[in-house]
């Protein structure tokens, strides 16, 4: 199971940026994929999540109404479309996998991790 997440970079506030997941060998048919972040000198959070299984989302209220997580299946690839980003966004964004549910978001349940990418969002 890999999974690569990618897509960060850094910008002004109040900028867009979408982040990837994709996995390689194997399908995400069927799986809760989760966003994580991890800022400096921070606990790993989650951000956002969607059940594979039946397209149900589920978002951190920090980010609600800015952030939108989506899926290509025909792709094997699941996107964070980040919207109005803040310096509080600044951190590590990971991806990560889990198949027994629940689609919560805790770090705990979720089973494979894709390396991070960096976001970095100036004042």
């Known amino acids: 199971v890999q999974l690569q997440a990618f897509g960060g970079g850094l910008l002004q506030a109040g900028g867009s940026l979408r982040l990837s997941c994709t996995a390689s060998?194997?399908?995400?048919?069927?799986?809760?994929i989760g966003w994580f972040r991890q800022a400096p000198g921070k606990e790993r959070e989650g951000v956002s999540c969607?059940?594979?299984?039946?397209?149900?989302?589920f978002y951190v209220d920090d980010v609600k109404g800015r952030f939108t997580i989506s899926r290509d299946n025909a792709g094997n690839t699941v996107y964070l479309q980040m919207n109005i980003l803040e310096p509080e966004d600044t951190a590590v964004y990971y991806c990560?996998?889990?198949?027994?549910?629940?689609?919560?978001?805790?770090?705990?349940?979720?089973?494979?991790w894709g390396q991070g990418t960096l976001v970095t969002v100036s004042s």
């Open positions: 990560a996998t889990q198949l027994r549910g629940p689609a919560v978001l805790l770090p705990e349940f979720y089973d494979h």
């Open positions: 060998e194997f399908t995400l048919d069927g799986y809760i």
């Open positions: 969607i059940n594979n299984k039946d397209g149900r989302t």
